[in-house]
Nanobody, 114 residues
């Protein structure tokens, strides 16, 4: 059974940092392009980071230079390091394959507020 479990979200002040984790089970991430997505209230889900099996990465301009995606194939886990957080980064964060075709987890809430 494929499962993705996100964790690490919390309330953080603007300018702060967080690291999110996504533990995968039921499949091996090493051969998959993986991604982090987010969905803010009233908005559509959007991709914020993608990492290929060869560790190439992609970010939209909104997070480029602030977010870093990485993977630990031995732990079957994907990470998202988020720095210089802004209130507009507030959202539920999810991980999935880059195609978005995997099983969606429950997500982890990130709230950026003073």
């Amino acid at each position: 059974q494929v499962q993705l479990v996100e964790s690490g979200g919390t309330l953080v002040q603007p300018g702060g940092s967080l690291r999110l984790s996504c533990a995968a089970s039921g499949f091996t991430i090493s051969s998959a392009a993986m991604a982090w997505y987010r969905q803010a209230p009233g908005k559509e889900r959007e991709a914020v980071a993608v990492i290929s099996p060869g560790a190439s990465t992609w970010y939209p301009d909104s997070v480029k230079g602030r977010f870093t995606i990485s993977r630990d194939n031995a732990k079957n886990t994907v990470y998202l390091q988020m720095n210089r957080l802004k209130p507009e980064d507030t959202a539920v964060y999810y991980c999935n394959t880059a195609s978005g075709g995997g099983t969606w987890g429950q997500g982890t809430q990130v709230t950026v507020s003073s």
